[in-house]
């Protein structure tokens, strides 16, 4: 990440960054495959990410 971004800016993108991330493998397993998807999953090149 570059290093000309304010804090605040760059929290808001690091948080962005840790909800981008897949479902876990064990909880597949656990909910017996009812849970597969991460709603919240964004692609950096189609979605914007609105931070101030």
């Not at 800016?9 to 479902?23: E, F, G, T």
């Not at 876990?24 to 609105?50: G, M």
Request: charged letters at 35%; proline letters at 6%; hydrophobic letters at 35%.
């Amino acid at each position: 990440m570059a290093t000309r971004k304010h804090s605040g800016r760059k929290i808001r993108l690091l948080k962005k960054m840790k909800q981008n991330s897949p479902v876990p493998a064990w909880i597949i397993l656990k909910t017996k495959r009812q849970v597969r998807s991460n709603p919240k999953r964004r692609a950096w090149r189609q979605t914007d990410v609105e931070v101030g």
